[in-house]
């Protein structure tokens, strides 16, 4: 069984960065793509970013240029930089990995952006 845990959310300002990241534990010997996803109140949970195996990467177009993700295959983890947060950023941010063929998601982090 695999479990992810997500870190790094919280209460910043607009304009302000974040850095969430999420770690895999448990028995890996495959891992494919890892997203983030996010769901603010009222609406449905909605792609933010996605990184591949191989480290090419696709964006939500309300935060590209803004976000950025990676990976560390050794440590089975993703991160999600977010720089000049907005308002509208304002959601629970859950992490999404593909390892030995199932698909894992993380309990969600909460992500608040307001002055």
């Known amino acids: 069984q695999v479990q992810l845990v997500e870190s790094g959310g919280g209460l910043v300002q607009p304009g302000g960065s974040l850095r969430l990241s999420c770690a895999a534990s448990?028995?890996?010997?495959?891992?494919?793509?890892m997203d983030w996803y996010r769901q603010a109140p009222g609406k449905q949970r909605e792609l933010v970013a996605a990184?591949?195996?191989?480290?090419?990467?696709t964006y939500a177009a309300s935060v590209k240029g803004r976000f950025t993700i990676s990976r560390d295959n050794a440590k089975h983890t993703v991160y999600l930089q977010m720089n000049s947060l907005k308002p509208e950023d304002t959601a629970v941010y859950y992490c999404?990995?593909?390892?030995?063929?199932?698909?894992?998601w993380g309990q969600g982090t909460q992500v608040t952006v307001s002055s």
């Open positions: 448990g028995s890996i010997f495959r891992t494919d793509t």
């Open positions: 990184i591949s195996s191989g480290g090419s990467t």
């Open positions: 999404n990995a593909d390892f030995n063929g199932w698909s894992y």
